[in-house]
Nanobody
Framework: QVQLDESGGGLVQAGGSLRLSCAAS????????MGWFRQAPGKEREFVAT????????YYSDSVKGRFTISRDNTRDTVYLQLDSLKPEDTAVYFC????WGPGVTRSTLYTYWGQGTQVNVSS
């Protein structure tokens, strides 16, 4: 069992930045690929970014590529998502997830463990 706890969400103006953190506890964090997903009101959960257990490779959705950066610190059992150049359409609840690395890492069904989410609101 892996417990995931996201933090760092909040309200920011368009063009601003936030840094989300996801602290893991339980089983060995470094065994897992870590992903970030988001869900806006009335929409399905969508893939944002993922990182392998050793920190590379990383993958991003086209909508955030070049603006968001995923990273991890296995000594702290934490994965981060740096959100820059934020847009109002980035408003959503952001979830981190842990799972095996393999084909389909951009699909939510691959991930076994999920956090409760942290809210990001971007005002125009």
């Amino acid at each position: 069992q892996v417990q995931l706890d996201e933090s760092g969400g909040g309200l920011v103006q368009a063009g601003g930045s936030l840094r989300l953190s996801c602290a893991a506890s339980g089983r060995t964090f470094s065994n897992y690929a870590m992903g970030w997903f988001r869900q806006a009101p009335g929409k399905e959960r969508e893939f944002v970014a993922t990182i392998s257990w050793i920190g590379r490779p990383t993958y991003y959705s086209d909508s955030v590529k070049g603006r968001f950066t995923i990273s991890r610190d296995n000594t702290r059992d934490t994965v981060y998502l740096q959100l820059d150049s934020l847009k109002p359409e980035d408003t959503a609840v952001y979830f981190c997830a842990a799972g095996p690395w393999g084909p389909g890492v951009t699909r939510s069904t691959l991930y076994t463990y999920w956090g409760q989410g942290t809210q990001v609101n971007v005002s125009s």
